[in-house]
């Protein structure tokens, strides 16, 4: 997977992970601590999640334009970098309104504009070289990787710090509190929510509360600055790649020198811009609907986690949900994949088999450490999505290698109509696990709970859609481009994702109106239309990729 790739790749690698550890600590409590600190309902927390999350991607076409007008993508992708660190520096400080923290999300998102689609742009740029050129979806594989693995760590660096905070002001944590404790304040709680409340304060204050009224304002004052501690180790990460990136940039292509050399072309006959335009904006109407469901991950996927799915499991289950025991058993599985490459021998071999008993090793003296009932934080399902992004990117690319040398890989835009079908039977999934469940507006912490396995099963399938449709876009987009359009193409790939994101809080207004296995039901039927469409438009892609 690694193999024949240029240096400059692993710049890209690693500042875009430090950067995107950073993005998911955030995206993994941000809804959480919307409710939590604002006492914002599902329907106005997703909205905002959703402006955010479109204005992250949308922006990415500002800073593509600015990058292709100056050629100083290189540039554009530090001052993004500084901005972001500014906007997580913000979100850090605590006791702040909700307009000051709007105003920190928007300062992120705008320089999250200027650094990921020419960030993207920078990597095809490597792979114009007709030297690395048949390495370009791989390229791109490995890429989405590095997103991914600071993206499994993320989560359970945000859990650990709003824990830990909470803990040492002399609480545990319960995520069904703020919601009790914001109608106490609004003097709304019905008398079985009275009880409830006076039940959860003892427990997780560890003795009997006699004064609710002063226990509420201290137990949301740790609650919620745990979550402005979290957002602060988001900026630590930050650091990181723009150190990476400051030290290392000149090892990226520099496209002005080399236009003025005259080492790239920069003009394609109308005829042909036009084709390719014309692929690429059919494209970005597709992966609209993928993102509108996909990033349901971070929102509603997230209130099923907090609402309708068991908050403590047994040892075994556990051990995908402590991050150490993950990491290992990551170790153990690319030690597997090392002992039965055929192009590994002698040493290869030798690491492989201490990594796949290392790995296993670690994961067995994790599981002798955990109790038999084991809590944890909604938030920790956030993991599983970049967790099965680093194990199955190998599986993957092989896959791919493998049906290449035999003449039967599929088409890029293929790729991403598979991607599509996979992500409805994702949803499938979750539909039939969703069934018997109540209504969001009839739920009572004496509610039924579903078992973990349909959200980890929700995910992997999401995530091979995800593996089939988001590096393989950004690969095709990087192919397709007019070289005088790259960063704009990225920009407008991202642009669809922002659209896409614009139309999250569906999910979030359907989850407090109807039956939950309906709003995933919703989610089949828009990503089957969209695979339909893209289909039917098959040859046409495949024309110009």
Known sequence: MFKGHP?????????????????????????????????????????????????????ALVGGIIADKTKNYKGIIFIGLLTMLIGYALMAIPGLGLTFTVTALFVIAFGNGLFKGNLQAVVGQIYDNKTYAHLRDSAFSVFYMGINIGALFAPHAAAGTINWFIRKSGFERNDLLPSLIHKFKDGVLSAAESADLQKLADQVSGHHVTNLATWVDKYMHAYN??????????????????????????????????EEKGERVVELSKEETKQ????????????????????????TM??????????????????????????SMIIGFYGLLQLFDKNVKGKGNIIGFIMLIGGVAGAYYRYTQFAPVNP???????????????????????????????????????????????????????????????????????????????LISTYFILTVAELFLSPMGISFVSKVSPPKYQGIMQGAWLGATAVGNLFLGIGSFLYERIAIWQVWAVFVILTLIAAGFIFSIMKKLEKVS
Not at 229 to 254: C, E, I, W
Not at 281 to 289: D, G, H, P, R
Not at 383 to 394: D, H, K, Q, W, Y
């Open 7 to 59: 240096k400059s790749l692993y710049v890209a690698f690693f500042a875009n992970m430090g950067e995107r550890f950073g993005f998911y600590t955030m995206m993994g409590i941000l809804v959480y601590y919307l409710t939590a600190k604002y006492g914002l309902t599902p329907t106005k927390a997703g909205f905002i999640y959703s402006v955010f999350y479109a204005s992250i991607y949308g922006l």
């Open 225 to 258: 600055t745990g979550f402005n501690m979290a957002f602060g180790v988001a900026g630590l990460t930050m650091v990181f790649s723009f150190l990476v990136y400051m030290f290392f940039k000149n090892r990226l292509p520099d496209v002005k020198k080399q």
């Open 276 to 299: 390719r335009l014309t692929a690429l904006f059919l494209v970005f109407a597709v992966v609209i609907f993928f993102w509108m469901s996909f990033h349901q991950n971070g929102l």
């Open 302 to 327: 997230s209130f099923f986690a907090r609402d309708y799915t068991v908050q403590e499991v047994g040892p075994t289950a556990y051990l995908f949900f402590d991050v150490w025991s993950l990491v």
């Open 376 to 454: 944890f934080s909604p938030e920790l399902f956030q993991p599983f999505n970049p967790s099965f992004i680093v194990i199955l990117t190998p599986v993957v690319v092989g896959l791919f290698g493998w049906l290449n040398k035999r003449g039967k890989e599929p088409s890029t835009p293929r790729k991403i109509g598979y991607g599509m079908l996979l992500t409805s039977v994702a949803f499938v999934v979750l539909m039939i696990g969703s069934l018997n469940l109540p209504p969001y507006h009839e739920l009572t912490p004496e509610s039924p709970r579903v078992g973990v396995q349909w």
